[in-house]
Structures are given as structure tokens and as C-alpha cells.
């Protein structure tokens, strides 16, 4: 299945239900979104309030055991995790990526 900014995996889909059980407050208008975007590259996108005013260490120690349930080779491949508070999900040029996707490498 082709998700709307690259592959969209059994392995992506894992991604989004973990992290949508664990942060089940996310923002409606960003849900957790993950994507295969090649064949060695996997892209993650949280947005969630508890990252606001933390240092992009304490967003990544927040969510580091999420990643490290996941399986070794998932955890590999996953190649960009955006971790955004609300408000810098709608200033963020990286945010891009997943609201204005270009398409994938054929």
C-alpha cells in the first residue's frame, strides 16, 4: 500500500500504532505518521506538547525505549524522527516532509 509520502509498511504501520498508544493525547491535526521512504530509509514524525520547551536530547530519551521495542532492523532503517512540539510542527521547514512529501527515489 502506498502511503501518501512513500511506502507504507507493516513495519510503518507498527511505528504509528506504538507511538499513537503511547502518546494517545497526540494533536488531531498531526497524528504520528511513518513512511518508508526507500528501501533503507524509514521516516518518523511525532508531534506531541510534552516536547515543548525540552532540548532535542530530553524529546529523544522520552522516546528511545518506544524505538527500542521495536525490532532491531526497524530500529536500523528508521533514518529521520522528528520529534515537534504543536507549534513548531506549523513553522518547521523539515515538518515538510510529511505535510508536502515529494515523492520517493523510483
Sequence with gaps: MLHRNGKQTRETDRIEAILKESFPDYPRKYPPMA????PASIRVRLVHKSFRRKSLADREDMVQPIIESLPGKTQRDIMLLLLLSP??????????YFENPTPPPV
Design 87 to 96: 507549534e513548531e510542527a506549523k513553522r518547521s521547514g523539515i515538518n515538510d
Design 35 to 38: 513512511y518508508r521512504y526507500n
